[in-house]
Nanobody
Framework: QVRLVESGGGSVQPGESLKLSCTASGTFLSIYALGWYRQRPGEERDLVATITNAGTIKSSDSVKDRFTISRSSDKNTVTLQMDNLKPEDTAVYYC?????????????????WGQGTQVTVSS
């Protein structure tokens, strides 16, 4: 079982910055990719950015030039630096663990979600 603990959400004005962090804890061997999705009211949950163990990054075109994703050296913490925030970035941001592998190779990999953290950008 994996627990994802998020931190760093809040309210800012347009053009300001926020940093989100998510740490995975529990009993597992490795996590293929960690990242962030976001969900605006009345919309589906969409990809923001993910980063694999090897450092391969996948991100939405809408944030590619403003948000930076990174992963800690122990691979269990993912950070999203969000710069030049816009009102359209307002959403609940969810941490996502893609393909978490158990020490027991008979157990298939599983995906996990964090509880979500609110980011509000408004003047």
């Amino acid at each position: 079982q994996v627990r994802l603990v998020e931190s760093g959400g809040g309210s800012v004005q347009p053009g300001e910055s926020l940093k989100l962090s998510c740490t995975a804890s529990g009993t597992f061997l490795s996590i293929y990719a960690l990242g962030w999705y976001r969900q605006r009211p009345g919309e589906e949950r969409d990809l923001v950015a993910t980063i694999t163990n090897a450092g391969t990054i996948k991100s939405s075109d809408s944030v590619k030039d403003r948000f930076t994703i990174s992963r800690s050296s122990d691979k269990n913490t993912v950070t999203l630096q969000m710069d030049n925030l816009k009102p359209e970035d307002t959403a609940v941001y969810y941490c996502y663990a893609d393909r978490t592998y158990s020490h027991d190779s008979h157990i298939p990999p599983a995906d996990y979600w964090g509880q979500g953290t609110q980011v509000t950008v408004s003047s």
